[in-house]
């Protein structure tokens, strides 16, 4: 076994030129989905003036994703994953292609920009099922924790990129240059993953969906440590729906588009710094802790980011919530992956991001309808501290997670 590091081994981009084929064009499609990210809420918040209604197209674009998660994991288990891969990329573009259509309107419609997000986020998710499932073929499954730590990374550096580039993007052309740019970036990933290979499925008994998916809602709740530690990333995953406060707080420290773009970008830029300082956090002594605690952590950064007087402190809060919540988030997997057995895996892991999706959408409701009630840093300040209150709850209640003690090498060996 190599000897421990802090830092995250990169050396499958070398050995693998598939996985490599695949981290580019994710890297791709995050700088481009990350632009639309920025463009949607503004486009909303402009057109109405309304949080609430900011919040219910980040909501809606998340119910898509979320039945797109249920929906692909059937498909990817029945057709062969690469062309389905390269279907669903294809037809979110189409739909990125109507977005900078409406926008270029007169006077461009708020349902088409709902019922678009629907559809990229439906096919979007389909497509991130098909590749989530075609992994372990690609890079083996005894490299597989290796694989998610850099592609966390990716996405965390894509994630940083692709706000400032929206901020600049809107400043000089406005929100329809940030639609056609998603749009060929989603063509520059579909040329890319035209390299992988054929992805066939293995072979499966034809079981009902409903009621494989049944099995692994039964996994979840029958065992304690893994209900326990989804339960809490989903948390981090509601909180992390703050983002769609950002254009209404952005009067309040007086930020011009440019400079809104930074707001979107520190968040992934604390996730970055996590990701790439995670090399030893597989060695916890006890992961269950460190997920409550960090997760706890994250919280209180957003409580502090809605009392900031100044748009430089909001940004170091922004980037301690993404610093924590990466923590929470990479020990959770860990732990999840070491516990799930193999039979349940995929269904876990669908299961899991389909969770994370639903934590998005009801908290970017959740926060909208807050900022609808309240000035946008009162909201913030509310739901940061009112989460870090129920962490702590969540702290006293989950003993048995807090005090778990893996053997000695399971997870160091699972993360090598």
């Not at 989804?230 to 729906?241: D, I, P």
């Not at 301690?320 to 992956?337: D, H, P, R």
């Not at 970017?364 to 309808?369: D, N, P, S, V, W």
């Not at 309240?374 to 909201?379: E, I, K, N, V």
Request: aromatic share 8%.
């Amino acid at each position: 076994m190599n000897k421990p590091s802090h830092f995250i081994d990169l050396s499958l981009l070398k050995s693998h030129p598939a996985f490599r084929a695949v981290f580019i064009a994710r890297f791709i499609s995050i700088v481009a989905l990350g632009m639309l990210a920025v463009a949607v809420p503004v486009q909303i918040q402009q057109m109405t003036k309304s949080p609430l209604l900011v919040g219910l197209g980040v909501t809606v674009a998340a119910c898509g994703m979320f039945i797109g998660l249920l929906t692909g994991g059937v498909l990817a288990d029945r057709y062969e994953r690469k062309k389905l891969i390269l279907f669903a990329r294809s037809t979110c573009g189409l739909g990125f292609v109507g977005l900078a259509i409406n926008a270029a309107l007169p006077e461009p419609s708020l349902t088409a920009v709902y019922l678009l997000g629907l559809w990229d986020g439906f096919f979007g998710a389909i497509g991130v099922t098909a590749l989530l499932a075609a992994t372990p073929a690609l890079v083996g499954r005894e490299n597989l924790m290796q694989a998610g730590a850099i592609t966390m990374l990716s996405v965390r550096f894509g994630s940083i990129l692709s706000p400032a580039i929206a901020g600049m993007v809107i400043a000089s052309g406005g929100v329809v240059w940030n639609f056609v740019l998603a749009a060929l970036g989603t063509l520059l990933t579909v040329l890319t993953l035209l390299k992988l290979p054929m992805l066939p499925p293995p072979p499966q008994p034809r079981e009902h969906p409903l009621k494989s998916l049944a099995t692994g809602v039964q996994f979840l709740f029958t065992t304690p440590l893994v209900g326990m530690a989804a339960l809490m990333g989903a948390l981090v995953t509601l909180a992390s729906a703050i983002r769609v406060l950002y254009p209404a707080l952005a009067p309040h420290w007086e930020v011009s588009a440019d400079r809104l773009g930074l707001m979107f970008a520190a968040v992934p830029l604390g996730a970055a710094i996590g990701a790439f300082t995670s090399g030893r956090l597989a060695q916890a002594a006890r992961p269950g802790l460190l997920i409550i605690s960090s997760a706890i952590a994250s919280f209180l950064a957003l409580g502090l980011f809605g009392l900031m007087p100044n748009f430089t402190l909001a940004l170091l809060c922004l980037v301690a919530f993404g610093y924590f919540s990466s923590i929470t988030s990479l020990v959770q997997y860990t732990l999840i992956q070491a516990l799930t057995p193999d039979a349940l895996l995929g269904r876990i892991n669908s299961l899991w991001t389909a969770q994370n999706v639903t934590g998005d959408a009801l908290g970017a409701a959740l926060i909208g309808g807050i900022g609808a009630w309240l000035l946008p840093q009162q909201a913030a300040a509310v739901f940061g501290f009112a989460a870090t209150l129920l962490g702590v709850l969540m702290w006293l209640v989950m003993g048995s997670l807090r005090r778990y003690q893996p053997p000695a090498v399971t997870l160091a060996e699972e993360a090598s």
